[in-house]
């Protein structure tokens, strides 16, 4: 059995953090998907992401294999949804996992799975009993693993109201 867990990053995580980043990046290209194609997130994210305490890593066997900044303030993005609406009774005390990786090579393993169900209990932990995330609309791999994980669709947002960046969001109620 392999031995699976979650950790808060460390500054001296950084260069692990970006090449698991790097690889992702090359995935969703090779998907053909145009999230993350530019400079983000870049190096200066992961590092404020880290100072604040909001950086997790996904553990496996003593080896750094996943990434996400598991948010926790109200996302400016999700202000607004097209297409859908958040739950009822919903506020804006949320966390939102953001900046989610896993390094290729794990396929078939379902760390996803178990990165996800880490996450969720470690947002109840801190008082959240709401999560949101969001991904590119032709993300379907990463469609998949949120509603396996029990995220409910909820309708598109803008990334920094583009409306040439769509984003799939999701919810979970905890």
Known sequence: MTSVMIRLAATTDVPAIMDIIQQAK????ADGIPQWQGAYPTKDDVTRDIDRQYT????ANHAIVGTATLFQ?????YA????GAWQPGTSDHYATIHRIAIAPGHAGAHLG?????NLT???YRLDFREMRID???KNKRMQHVLLKAGFTYSGVVRMDND?????????LML
Do not use: K
């Open 121 to 123: 209990s470690e947002a």
């Open 26 to 29: 090359h995935l969703l290209a």
């Open 56 to 59: 997790y890593l996904l553990i």
């Open 73 to 77: 303030a109200a996302d400016p993005n």
């Open 113 to 117: 799975d178990l990165f996800f169900s």
């Open 135 to 137: 991904t590119h609309v």
């Open 80 to 83: 607004t949804i097209y297409d």
């Open 163 to 171: 409306p040439q960046d769509l984003r799939n969001v999701y919810q």
